[in-house]
């Protein structure tokens, strides 16, 4: 029986964390990496139009530095490329195993990647590429989760999957509070008021005016990306 996908349009939003090796930390882990693109694989295999949007945590943290040596909108242009460096790698990754991809930069740098173009990157997607957006929004002061959510209006897709490293929203932190709950359905205001850290206001706001739904999800279990992507009920619900 042919596997059943819950979405045709979805957009991926993978922490720069995510492509780190867990224990060594900084950097990008050629297995970790290997393993995120045999699950998109996978499910690119099924036919679901799937971009990517990747963050630069795990090579440069803009946030860290505001008030200290580097100026905030620097900082924020030097997060942007190092999304360019996960991308590329990512990119690398995808295609090694066969997948078609294309990467698109919010920030032009043509001998790297292709700009951001809304209709070509929809195009792509129709073809059954993979589509990495690289570069956030190409503004200082808005997160890769605001890029996500931004590109996700722009190509009209059905939802944004947001990877973490826990099973979804709680209401403490799961990792240092044993007694957290985690909701299987918030709506965006809950998100909002209870300032739960699902992503930044910006990008649940956005989301919110336009009827976007977000599922958080834990990137790290076995298999979960493809359940995500086929609607099981795993992870937590905004919408
Ligand atoms: P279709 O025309 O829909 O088949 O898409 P396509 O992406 O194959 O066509 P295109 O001729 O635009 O691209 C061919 C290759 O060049 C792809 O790998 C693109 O990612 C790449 N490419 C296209 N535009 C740019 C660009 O501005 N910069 C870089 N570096 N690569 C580009």
Redesign the pocket.
Known sequence: MAEKLAYRRVVLKLSGEALQNAKKGYGIDAGVLLNIAQQLKEINELGLEIAVVVGAGNIFRAASTIGRAIDRVTADYMGMLATVINALALQDALEKIGVHT???TAI????????YIRR?AV??LE?G?IIIFAGGTGNPYFTTDTAAALRAIEINAEVILKATKVDGVYSDDPLKNKKAKRFKELTYIEVVNKDLKVMDRTAVTLCMENNLPIVVFNLFRKGNIKKVMQGAPIGTLVK
């Open positions: 294309r990467v698109q032009e740098m043509k001998e790297l990647a292709e700009p070509k195009r792509h073809k590429r």
